[in-house]
């Protein structure tokens, strides 16, 4: 059903691109009515406009506070055209019938990454603008609400296509869109409060998101997928692409695991991700043998997958990246030579993260109609809680290596099983439902690429050992430092195998399980 706009209700905080729909409501001989800035900027642009005062007869209050929220806006917008009654009454009061609303709220986002102002922040909560959006939106089979300078073309088509009338399709689609915004306004105050009180795990959490873009397609290519942003001080993730097609649903798995991987490295580091799993790491003096021990670590499953650096990549590290097929490389900034030299591969993308901040303090899991929430996994272990299981202890070089072995197993999929060797992995086992067969695995992998470097190895375990068949398993293969948990009720079997096999064994007291 089109419906006939005859009034008009504007009041923004962004004025951009108005002027274009001042034209097509003047076209149509549409009244508009408006308050404060917005009064003023119509005016500036020669068109007419009602003062909400003069238009209400009542002084706006309160500084401002009270302005939009009188009985004649709001009966003018939520009254149903069609209804006896609602005419009648309106027909009393000589009201007029508000058909269009165009409003966009206070900038608290923009307010809260200015300024810690406290009154000014609060003074930025709007409460008229969302009151107006959503009494339009609730009465959308009469009235049209616009929220976003975006729709002002859809507006101006839609006027156009039905001589100054709206039809009901699109009155109901900008009516989702406004309830959109308010809940997506009001996660955003109430997550900011919950910031400021520390509040993590409210009894009513609302989750917030606004969309970057929508992804080339989701896990398999069937699926749809978007990205969203769920902060209150980024509209981005920091994230720049410097080249290459669009990312996949995939693509940003794997290269949030790398992110947090590197975020996590003292030292520069590579990393190199396959299926959200690392398969290999080593942090470095030289950034070029940082990568290439990364890239020994796995060849096999390096090839396709997303590499991550947290340094700047020149010339000699591009010629050495560019003989291998990867879909993605994250660096701290590409030198000029080096982005010559990928740009002779039309599909690689490249990411420029010198801008990401890896600052958030929970995690966010959903399936079907729940979600799970938890606090960030930011510790290795503690130094001080350490215990040195076995007859034999191990060194200060030995304790570094086996924090950087238990570190990668943070972002290894349970259960994980690293083995290492001077700071770079050499066999990774990850997502096995027996631990054991995730020891298997690493032992294949070590012995496959770099047999040579088991030899006096360090190989660390997310969770225990549940039975010493794993421990053993790894003591075969080379393994001279196991860090583990502890925890088992048959730890003293895994100890004793240990002191046996004249090796060492650290209990952190911290589990990893990353599922």
Not at 18 to 46: A, N, R
Not at 354 to 359: L, Q, R
Not at 373 to 378: E, G, L, P, S, T
Request: aromatic content about 10%; proline content about 3%; hydrophobic content about 35%.
């Amino acid at each position: 059903m089109s419906q006939k706009i005859k009034n008009a209700l504007i009041s923004l905080s962004d004025k951009s691109d108005i002027e274009k729909v001042l034209k097509i409501l003047s076209k149509y001989h549409i009244k508009i009515i408006s308050s404060g800035g917005t009064f003023k900027e119509i005016k500036k642009l020669g068109y007419n406009c009602t003062e909400i005062s003069k238009y209400t007869k009542f002084e706006e209050m309160l500084d401002g506070r009270v302005k939009t929220l009188h009985p004649k806006i709001h009966a003018g917008i939520l009254s149903k055209r069609l209804d006896g009654k609602h005419k009648r009454e309106m027909n009393k009061k000589k009201y007029n019938y508000i058909d269009l609303i165009i409003v966009n709220l206070y900038p608290f986002k923009e307010t809260i990454r200015k300024t810690k102002n406290y009154k000014k922040i609060i003074e930025n909560i709007d409460i008229g603008g969302p009151t107006l959006l959503r009494g339009a939106a609730k009465n959308f089979n009469d009235v049209v609400v616009i929220t976003d300078p975006k729709d002002y073309s859809y507006l101006i088509n839609e006027l156009n296509r039905n001589k100054g009338a709206t039809t009901l399709k699109f009155r109901e689609q900008m009516a989702s869109k406004a309830f959109g915004l308010t809940a997506y306004y009001d996660s955003v105050i109430s997550n900011w409060f919950n910031n400021k009180l520390n509040i993590i795990f409210p009894n009513k959490k609302t989750i917030f998101g606004n969309k970057i873009t929508n992804l080339r397609y989701g896990e398999n290519p069937h699926q749809k997928s978007s990205i969203y942003v769920n902060d209150l001080f980024d509209n981005d993730l920091g994230l720049k692409k410097l080249k290459g097609k669009n990312l996949s649903y995939n693509n940003y798995n794997d290269i949030f695991t790398g992110l947090g991987v590197l975020s996590s490295l003292k030292k520069s580091g590579s990393v190199i991700i396959k299926h959200a799993n690392p398969a290999g790491v080593s942090i470095n003096s030289s950034p070029y043998k940082s990568f290439k021990e990364s890239y020994l670590s796995d060849p096999v499953s390096a090839f396709g997958g997303v590499v991550g650096c947290n340094f700047k990549i020149n010339k000699k590290i591009a010629k050495e990246m560019s003989k291998i097929f990867f879909e993605v490389i994250l660096a701290k900034k590409f030198d000029n030579d080096a982005l010559k030299i990928f740009s002779r591969k039309k599909n690689l993308i490249l990411i420029d993260t010198s801008k990401f901040k890896n600052e958030k303090e929970y995690q966010i899991k959903q399936f079907d109609n729940s979600f799970l929430i938890q606090d960030q996994n930011k510790i290795i272990f503690k130094k001080k809680d350490l215990k040195f299981v076995t007859k034999l202890k191990p060194t200060k070089k030995e304790i570094r290596s086996a924090e950087f072995a238990f570190n990668i197993c943070k972002f290894v999929k349970s259960n994980s099983i690293v083995i290492t060797n001077n700071f770079s992995t050499i066999g990774i086992g990850a997502g096995q439902p027996s631990r054991l067969d995730s020891c298997k695995i690493a032992v294949q992998k070590a012995k496959q690429f770099q047999p040579k470097k088991l030899k006096k190895s360090v190989a660390a375990s997310d969770a225990f050992f549940p039975f010493a068949d794993g421990v053993k398993k790894l003591i075969k293969a080379g393994v001279k430092v196991i860090v583990q948990p502890g925890g088992s009720i048959r730890d003293k079997e895994s100890i004793a195998l240990a002191n046996k096999a004249k090796i060492k064994m650290i209990f952190t007291g911290i589990r990893h399980f990353n599922h």
